[in-house]
């Protein structure tokens, strides 16, 4: 399929397409993923925002119209009952390593700034500072024919801008952030947005914690099926 012309996705078919491309990087042991595990990705609460609450049949309608967009697959396995999926971003669009992380936090987190994004793509992809994540987002940008995602009008008062990806269109911006980009002065971080920054640093490190606790939990019980 032409990357021009791919279909937008809705909110719940970006978050189901972000689950697979995170769970194919994170537990390739684990992937591709039966409807279960698919829907307790999507109902993940660490690494996710919003934080949803989907049933079954909603993550399944998103699953046939992912497949109709040729965004999604559906395996069979031999003597197995239980029908799985998997993404086709690679035949689709054809990321690297690199690009496939920084499209998975953008999909399952929304907006994020350079720093979250090289601190959320971790277990993905190692970006060795902030300056590679930005010289990544512009090459990419320059090689697909259509954009993946967008830098957004830096916020009154917030000295970093954020990127947010742009398979479900573009985003509509108030006047006022439309005008902000230009406008507002940087100034030197106070020690209180200082300490924020800190605080949010933690956070994130908690963040890749649990992550981690969930992969391990969830190869445990795969092990478990085994004796079962």
């Known amino acids: 399929m032409d990357n021009e012309t791919y279909p937008l996705l809705t909110d719940i078919d970006a978050r189901v397409l972000g689950c697979l491309l995170e769970?194919?990087?994170?537990?390739?042991?684990?992937?591709?993923?039966?409807?279960?595990s698919l829907l307790l990705a999507c109902n993940q609460k660490s690494n996710r925002q919003p934080v949803v609450q989907y049933d079954e049949e909603t993550v399944l309608e998103s699953i046939d119209d992912l497949?109709?967009?040729?965004?999604?697959?559906?395996?069979?396995?031999a003597g197995s009952r239980v029908a799985k999926y998997r993404h086709n971003m690679d035949?689709?669009?054809g990321l690297d390593k690199a690009g496939k992380a920084l499209l998975t936090v953008l999909l399952l987190r929304g907006p994020q700034t350079l720093g979250?994004?090289?601190?959320?793509?971790e277990r993905?992809?190692?970006?060795?500072?902030?300056?590679?994540?930005?010289?990544?987002?512009?090459?990419?940008?320059?090689?697909?024919?259509?954009?993946l995602w967008m830098q957004l009008p830096r916020s009154p008062g917030k000295k970093e801008v954020r990127y947010q990806h742009l398979l479900s269109g573009e985003p509509e911006l108030s006047a006022e952030a439309e005008n902000a980009s230009d406008e507002a002065v940087i100034t030197t971080p106070s020690?209180?947005?200082?300490?924020?920054a800190r605080i949010q640093e933690l956070e994130t490190t908690v963040e890749a914690l649990q992550t981690e606790l969930d992969r391990l939990k969830a190869a445990f019980e795969e092990f478990q099926k085994q004796f079962q």
């Open 124 to 147: 993905m992809h190692s970006f060795a500072s902030t300056a590679e994540v930005e010289a990544t987002l512009q090459e990419i940008s320059e090689d697909v024919e259509r954009p």
């Open 91 to 93: 035949e689709l669009i």
């Open 67 to 77: 497949r109709k967009k040729k965004f999604v697959f559906r395996v069979d396995v």
């Open 23 to 36: 769970k194919a990087a994170t537990t390739p042991d684990a992937y591709p993923l039966t409807l279960n």
């Open 116 to 121: 979250e994004l090289r601190t959320r793509c």
């Open 191 to 196: 020690p209180l947005s200082s300490r924020d």
